[in-house]
């Protein structure tokens, strides 16, 4: 897909275009980085809801937001004062989930549904090393068998959800823990591969230091 980011004269807010769409951007507010305050920040649920507008090729207006000192018009829009928020029919709507629910009602095509039993991977980042592994080598011997993408030959939207989740986890427990996912998970390797290079995934990464900047609290303490 033929998309770019364009800076606009409010120099914390960015248009992106997508070849296929003659609409109007759709608005979206998206935490900025901690160490470049005008670039994209390394929000994972923020990542998903980008992916998904570049899956579906719709065109998207970036506004950053310094989570650490929210602005007024922020606090309006997203009473929580959480990222992503976007626009859509003129109502501001926050949550990654609800987001990307709505905007695959919106914009069926191409369909990015993900069939329900194939939704219910755990989140990886969650408890000890021993039930990271446990899921991690579940996961590895599911794509083996039904891959390359969690719904077979096709992204869908459950992996545009993982994808950012086992960017943060690759970054933040290879800084902090040295840790690497082993070897033996080829399969969970090859998939991270695979999501990580895509055209979009890199457009919308969060920056590395911004990653391990956004685990320094959480992981020191
Ligand atoms: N369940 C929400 C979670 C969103 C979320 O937690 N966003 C974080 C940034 S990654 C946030 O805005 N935190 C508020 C803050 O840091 O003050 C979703 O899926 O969108």
């Not at 021993?130 to 068998?145: G, M, P, R, V």
């Amino acid at each position: 897909m033929a998309a770019s980011f364009v800076p606009r004269s409010d120099s914390r807010c960015f248009s992106v275009r997508a070849s296929s769409s003659g609409d109007e951007p759709l608005e979206v507010c998206v935490k900025a980085s901690i160490n470049y305050p005008d670039k994209l920040g390394d929000c994972p649920f923020t990542q998903r809801v980008l992916l998904t507008l570049e899956a579906k090729q719709l065109p998207y207006h970036i506004k950053v937001v310094d989570l650490a000192n929210k602005p007024e018009w922020f606090l309006e829009i997203s009473p929580e004062g959480k990222v992503p928020v976007i626009k859509l029919e003129e109502k501001w709507v926050a949550d990654s989930d609800v987001i990307t629910q709505s905007l695959e009602e919106k914009y069926p095509n191409p369909s990015l549904v993900t069939p329900p039993e194939k939704k219910t991977s755990k989140d990886p980042t969650d408890g000890t090393e021993q039930a990271l592994l446990a899921e991690l080598t579940s996961f590895n011997d599911y794509i083996k068998d039904n891959g390359p993408f969690i719904n077979g030959e096709r992204v869908s939207a459950v992996d545009l959800s993982l994808g950012p989740k086992l960017y943060h986890l690759q970054i933040a427990l290879g800084h902090y823990k040295g840790w690497s996912i082993p070897e033996s998970l080829s399969y969970v390797k090859d998939y991270m591969k695979r999501i990580f290079s895509m055209d979009s995934f890199i457009k919308t990464q969060a920056l590395k230091e911004d990653v391990i900047a956004g685990w320094k609290s959480k992981v020191t303490g």
